[in-house]
C-alpha cells in the first residue's frame, strides 16, 4: 500500500492497487453538437476523491452520465468494478447503478414526494424486505449524516438551495454506494454553505468509504475535498495531479483555475 | 422539406418505439400496483365533477335542441330513446375523451415533462430504478381504465340531463322516460361504444406521456410538452371515432 500525497486533515490511505473506475479513449458527440469528450481517459482508486475541472460546456457533466449509462457513449472502454458498463443489459446494468451515487447539478429532488418519500423511494425498490421500522431508520440516519433530520415532512419545494443539495446527497447515501458522482455539491451556494456542503463530502467520505468524483468550479471545494485533480479541456485531460502542484503548474491556463 | 420529411419519420419511429417499449414493460414484474391505484384515484375521481357538469349539459341540451325537430313530426315520444342513443354511440364518448385531453393528457405531459427537464427521470434511472415503469406504465394503464369508467359516469348524468330537459316542457314520470330509454337501447350500441373508449384511454395516456417523457430541455419545453399532448391527443380521439364507426358499420 502506497501514501498519496493529500490535503485531507485524516491522510485516507488510497490503495493504489486497485482502481474502481476505469475510462480510456472516450469519445461522446450530440448530432451537430460535435466532439464533446474526444478521447478522455481516467482512472479513479478505490477510497480517491477525485476533483474534475473545466470550463462551463466542457463536458464534464456529460462524462459522468456517461459512466452511468445515463449518456450512451460513441466510443471507448468505459469500466468499473472492473465490469464493462458498455455491454450491459437493463437488469445489470442497474444493479450496478446501485452500486454509484449520482448528486445532481441541481439536486433532482422528486416534486411531487416529501423529504421522507424521497428517501424511502429507492431504498423500498431495491430491499424490498426492509420493515418500516428499518426504512425509518435509515432515512432518519442518512438525514442525520446531512444534518437534516427536521426537514423529514417537507416539500422539495419548500427547502432552499443548500437544503436541496443536502436532501439530495442523503438520497444517494440512502442506497450506501460505493462510489458517489457529485455534480457541482456547492455550484450557487453561499460561501459558508459551500464550506459545510464541502466538509460534508469529506465526512461522508470517512464514514461510508467512498470512492469519489467530484465536479466543481469551487476552489476552496477542490482544494478541501480533492486528493487529486483533473482538468478536461477541448474534451481530453489536459492536466492532472494535487491541488499544491497544479496552482504551480506552468501552464498559465491551468494555473487561471486557481486565482 | 426533406428535413421536416425526416424528422416526421424519426417522430414516427420513436412514438413506435415508445409504444412497443410499453407492451415490454407490461407484462414484466415487478409491478407497480400502489402508483397505478394513485393514479386512477387522481384520473377518475379527480374529474369526476367536471365530467358530470359536462356530461348534464350535454344531454339537456341535445334535448331541449332536438325536441322541435322531432315534434314536427308528431314523434316526441322517441324523445328519451334517441338522446339516450346519440349520448351513448356518439357524444358522451367523444365529448368526455376531450375533456380528458384536456385534463389528463395535457396534466401527464406537463408533468413527466417538469420531471425531464429537472433531470427527476435521470435521477429515478441512476438510482436503478425503472421510470418507465414507474411513470409510464401506470399512468397509461390508469387511464386506458378510467376515461372508460368516465364516460359510462357521463352516459349516465347525460341521461338525467336528458330527463331534466324534457320536463321543461312536458311531464314524464322517472320510470316512462326510463323504459322509454332502455327500450330503445340495444346492447349491440354499447359494446362498440365502449370498445373504443378503452382506445381513447390509452392513447390519451400514451400521447400524455410520450410527450413529457421527450420533452427537450428547458422549461418552455415543459409547456410545449402540455400543449402538444392537449392538441395530439384531441385529433386521435377524432381519428381513432371515425374508424370506430366505421368499423361498427361494417361487422355490426
Ligand atoms: N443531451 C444533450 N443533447 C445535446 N447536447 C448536449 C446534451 N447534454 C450536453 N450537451 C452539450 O454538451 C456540452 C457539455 O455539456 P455539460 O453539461 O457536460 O457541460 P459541463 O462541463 O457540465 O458545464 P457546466 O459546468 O456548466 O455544468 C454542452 O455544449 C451541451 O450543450
Ligand atoms: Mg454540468
Redesign the pocket.
Known amino acids: 500500500m502506497i501514501q498519496v500525497e493529500t490535503n485531507r486533515k485524516t491522510q485516507h490511505v488510497v490503495e493504489l492497487s486497485k482502481p474502481v473506475i476505469n475510462i480510456k479513449g472516450l469519445y461522446k458527440s450530440?448530432?451537430k453538437?460535435t466532439d464533446?469528450l474526444k478521447g478522455v481517459d481516467l482512472t479513479v482508486r478505490k477510497g480517491e476523491n477525485l476533483v474534475v475541472l473545466?470550463?462551463?460546456?466542457?463536458?464534464?457533466?456529460?462524462?459522468i452520465?456517461c459512466l452511468v449509462g445515463l449518456?450512451s457513449a460513441d466510443k471507448g472502454e468505459l469500466n468499473v468494478f472492473g465490469i464493462d458498463m458498455t455491454k450491459l443489459s437493463d437488469q445489470q446494468l442497474n444493479a450496478i447503478r446501485v452500486r454509484i451515487g449520482f448528486l445532481f447539478?441541481n439536486s433532482a429532488l422528486y416534486d411531487s414526494m416529501t423529504v421522507r418519500e424521497n428517501l424511502s423511494f429507492p431504498l423500498k425498490r431495491h430491499s424490498k424486505k426492509l420493515t418500516t421500522k428499518e426504512v425509518e431508520s435509515s432515512i432518519t440516519e442518512v438525514l442525520e449524516s446531512v444534518g437534516l433530520r427536521e426537514a423529514i415532512d417537507k416539500m422539495p419545494s419548500e427547502l432552499s438551495g443548500g437544503m436541496r443539495k443536502r436532501i439530495g446527497l442523503a438520497r444517494t447515501l440512502i442506497l450506501q454506494p460505493e462510489i458517489i458522482l457529485y455534480?457541482?455539491p456547492t455550484t450557487g451556494l453561499d460561501t459558508i454553505t459551500s464550506r459545510e456542503i464541502s466538509e460534508l463530502i469529506l465526512k461522508i467520505q470517512e464514514k461510508y468509504k467512498t470512492t469519489s468524483i467530484i465536479?466543481t468550479?469551487d476552489m476552496a471545494c477542490a482544494k478541501l475535498t480533492g486528493d487529486r485533480l483533473v482538468i478536461?479541456k477541448d474534451g481530453i485531460m489536459v492536466a492532472e495531479g494535487t491541488y499544491a502542484s497544479l496552482e504551480r503548474s506552468n501552464d498559465a491556463w491551468v494555473r487561471s483555475f486557481f486565482i | 422539406m426533406v428535413i421536416s420529411l425526416k424528422n416526421g419519420f424519426t417522430e414516427a419511429g420513436n412514438a413506435t418505439l415508445f409504444v412497443a417499449r410499453f407492451f415490454r414493460e407490461l407484462v414484466k414484474p415487478p409491478y407497480e400496483l400502489k402508483e397505478f391505484i394513485r393514479q386512477c384515484y387522481i384520473m377518475g375521481y379527480k374529474s369526476l365533477p367536471l365530467v358530470a357538469i359536462t356530461g348534464f349539459i350535454m344531454g339537456l341540451v341535445l334535448t331541449i335542441q332536438s325536441r322541435p325537430t322531432l315534434a314536427e313530426f308528431g314523434a316526441e315520444s322517441w324523445l328519451p330513446g334517441m338522446v339516450a342513443l346519440s349520448l351513448i354511440r356518439e357524444i358522451a364518448p367523444v365529448i368526455t375523451a376531450l375533456i380528458c385531453a384536456g385534463k389528463i393528457s395535457s396534466g401527464i405531459g406537463a408533468e413527466l415533462g417538469s420531471m425531464k427537464v429537472t433531470e427527476q427521470i435521470d435521477a429515478m434511472e441512476v438510482s436503478g430504478i425503472n421510470p418507465y415503469k414507474y411513470l409510464v406504465v401506470t399512468r397509461v394503464l390508469a387511464t386506458t381504465l378510467m376515461v372508460p369508467l368516465l364516460v359510462v359516469f357521463a352516459d349516465g348524468i347525460g341521461i338525467l340531463g336528458g330527463f331534466a330537459g324534457i320536463n321543461i316542457h312536458g311531464d314524464v314520470t322517472m320510470y316512462r322516460y326510463f323504459s322509454q330509454v332502455l327500450s330503445s337501447l340495444e346492447f349491440l350500441d354499447i359494446i362498440p361504444a365502449t370498445i373504443k373508449t378503452f382506445f381513447f384511454g390509452f392513447f390519451i395516456g400514451l400521447i400524455g406521456c410520450y410527450k413529457g417523457f421527450t420533452a427537450a430541455?428547458g422549461t418552455e419545453s415543459v409547456g410545449k410538452a402540455a400543449n402538444s399532448a392537449v392538441v395530439t391527443a384531441s385529433l386521435a380521439i377524432f381519428i381513432i371515432d371515425m374508424m370506430a364507426v366505421q368499423l361498427t358499420d361494417l361487422f355490426f
Not at chain 1, 473545466?54 to 462524462?63: H, M
Open positions: 450530440f448530432g453538437n464533446i473545466g470550463k462551463s460546456g466542457s463536458g464534464k457533466s456529460v462524462l452520465k449518456v447539478q455534480d457541482e465536479i468550479h478536461l | 430541455s
